[in-house]
């Protein structure tokens, strides 16, 4: 059985909301594994003296959990005062 995690990622581009999509899966992709899907949950620009000089998304990114073994719990020693 699989089980699914969410999370929410914003990523940026100067050139357009599609780069800044492939940049934060890109990014995501680095650090977190089995990515099977993202939605974009906002789209925002900014913009200085009337021109748009950053694209903005919100990203929510679906990855399924790893290991179909269970886990266990380390042995934590005890702290010397």
Known sequence: ????????????SPSGFEDAIA???ARASET?????????AEQKV???DGKVVEYRVT???TFVLGG????????VGKRKK
């Open 1 to 12: 059985m699989s089980v699914a995690k969410i999370i929410e990622i914003t990523s940026a």
């Open 23 to 25: 940049r934060g899966i």
């Open 32 to 40: 977190v594994s089995g990515i099977q899907g993202a939605w974009v």
């Open 46 to 48: 900014v913009v200085r």
């Open 59 to 61: 990203l929510k990114v």
């Open 68 to 75: 179909d073994e269970p886990v266990t719990a380390k042995k």
